[in-house]
């Protein structure tokens, strides 16, 4: 079935807007909040009022480098949630006029199963089913997709996600926000020689509050004996930051794998961009005889393209919204 569908993104601080022409990508624009560096964090009312300035040029610029008219929009797919209320409601009450003005279908999307569905924007695809570790500074969960719109959660974190753990330990070290790119980043030219404790968490779920506590008093003990330690072992440090928590996903990942059999395994989220997730997931990969997928790094973090990726299967099986649909900011449903 012919579609092309508008798609919105406004769960936290990244404006985006793009068009899918029949299941392909034709365009995806982001405009970016640099402001909120300076505060150290996402500050919520600062996002949603920057939306509110950003989401009519970027959905202009998304339809003029697609070549596409309003008046050719088959649908609109908008994420309703997770995320920030303040930022949701701009993307949602934009969406809504925009159907309710061509008369055409409006299309609810859940974040969390965009970032899965990120996976379908460009070729090579994976086969289903298959297992996404979905990684983001506010979700941690391990996926099984046995079809496009069928997902099933099976775990995810039970506090903090694995970015908030990159982003508040760089924030320990001095680093500014967001950190997790800048632990990386020392991380290639350090040492991991500093042990942190892996959490002791039954089943497939995950627990990143206890290892910043600890990376916390880790870091109060060594500067306490001497106060130039976080400078003169910066690298190091990030390092064992960044390995700690890398071994942590994909202990889990390959847990899940051998109990469900499955062998096809993704990577999704913001912070699947971390070339040692990456690398670790190859090695992983290579012992457990998986076949790996990783997006590139356009599809990685918050985009409309996922958005409209997963609105076109939604849409291909009729499953539309009312105009009454409001934004939600926790919660995945499939």
Known sequence: MAATILAIESSCDDTSAAVIGDGRVLSNCVSTQEMHRIY????????????????????EMALKNAGVNKQDISAVAFTRGPG?????????????????????????????????????????????PFLCLTVSGGHTQII???????????????DDAAGEAFDKAGKM????????????????TGTARFPFPEPAVPGLNFSFSGLKTAILYFLRD????????????????????????????????????????IRTVALAGGVSANSGLREALEKYGGKEGWKTFVPRFEYC??????????????????????????????????
Do not use: W
């Not at 609810?108 to 996976?119: F, L």
């Not at 099984?144 to 039970?158: H, S």
């Open 222 to 261: 060594q500067m306490a004996q001497n106060s130039n330690f976080i400078e003169e072992n910066l690298a190091d440090i990030s390092a064992s930051i960044q390995q700690t928590i890398v071994t942590i996903l994909l202990k889990k990942l390959r847990k899940a794998s051998r109990q469900t059999g």
């Open 144 to 158: 099984r997709i046995d079809d496009y719109l069928k997902m099933e959660i099976l775990g995810e974190t039970l």
């Open 301 to 334: 973090t918050d985009n409309a393209a996922m958005i409209g990726i997963t609105g076109y299967y939604k849409f291909l099986r009729s499953e539309f919204c009312d105009q009454d649909a409001a934004p939600y900011a926790r919660g995945f449903t499939s």
């Open 40 to 59: 150290g964090g996402v500050v919520p009312e600062v996002a949603s009022r920057a939306h509110q300035v950003n989401i009519i040029p970027v959905v």
């Open 173 to 188: 070290l001095g680093l500014g926000y967001p950190a997790g790119a800048q632990i990386d980043k020392l991380a290639q």
């Open 84 to 128: 920030l209320l303040g930022s949701l409601l701009v993307g949602t009450s934009f969406a809504k006029a925009f159907a309710l003005s061509y008369d055409i279908p409006l299309i609810e999307v859940n974040h969390m199963q965009a970032h899965v569905m990120a996976h379908f924007a460009e070729a090579p695809f994976p086969d289903f």
